[in-house]
């Protein structure tokens, strides 16, 4: 009688997975949260310089003390494209993603220094969303991950553009922005269930 063999195929996505991957996600937007702060202090001494303009600098600055979470948030929807669409994304390829939202900074300084500042954010936001959204596309071999992971960076860039032009609002509109924001993670929460030891995005 022959015996039959049953290949036994090791859980990917579990909460171990879950776990390293979030604290990876903090990690690299820590240390690129620090990177940024270096862009500022550049921007400050081409300020100096008459290379950028109090108003351009000023307003440079305020949109990188958003770097943290900008590059967090994105990391960490990623996480859950990966989930949803099964198609592993290695810890380099988050990087580069990583990478590509914090040079979004530096691209910024360096067209406000030639054209008006929205100009520029407008510019740069449309690049840095293109070229996500095609990475992700060609990781995931998968058009609707790509449109999820540009539909996330545009919402906060937008957000972003509108808390840097609010003022005194500014506090008010990101507190809200940051309860939904925690509303939408706490619903994500709900639809993982674990089948068969691997965590499963349920619909």
């Known amino acids: 009688m022959e015996e039959i063999k049953v290949n036994y195929v090791r859980p990917k996505y579990t909460l171990n997975w879950l776990g390293m991957h979030t604290l990876f996600v903090i990690g690299i937007s820590m240390v690129l949260a620090f990177i940024t702060v270096g862009f500022d202090n550049m921007a400050w001494s081409r300020t100096h310089a008459g290379l950028l303009t109090e108003t ?12 943290f979470a900008v590059t967090a948030i994105t990391l960490v929807s990623i996480m859950i ?3 949803a669409f099964r198609k592993a994304i290695n ?30 954010y ?5 690049m840095t969303i293109g070229l996500v959204s095609w990475f992700l596309t060609g990781i995931m071999d998968n058009r ?4 999820l992971g540009a539909m996330v960076i545009l919402v906060e860039y937008v957000l ?11 506090l008010l509109v ?6 939904i924001l925690i509303a939408v993670a706490m619903y994500f929460s709900l639809k993982l269930k674990m089948v068969d030891d691997e965590l499963v995005l349920k619909k």
């Open 91 to 120: 810890y380099f390829q988050y990087i580069l993603i990583a990478v590509a939202l914090t040079v979004f900074y530096l691209l910024l300084m360096a067209m406000t220094e030639k054209m008006p500042f929205w100009v520029s």
């Open 81 to 83: 494209v990966e989930l």
């Open 144 to 147: 609707k991950a790509g449109r």
């Open 122 to 126: 407008t510019i740069v936001s449309a």
């Open 174 to 179: 990101g507190s809200l922005a940051m309860f």
């Open 160 to 170: 972003i553009f509108m808390l840097i032009q609010l003022g005194s609002m500014a």
């Open 56 to 67: 351009g600098y000023r307003l440079v600055g305020h949109t990188m003390d958003f770097s």
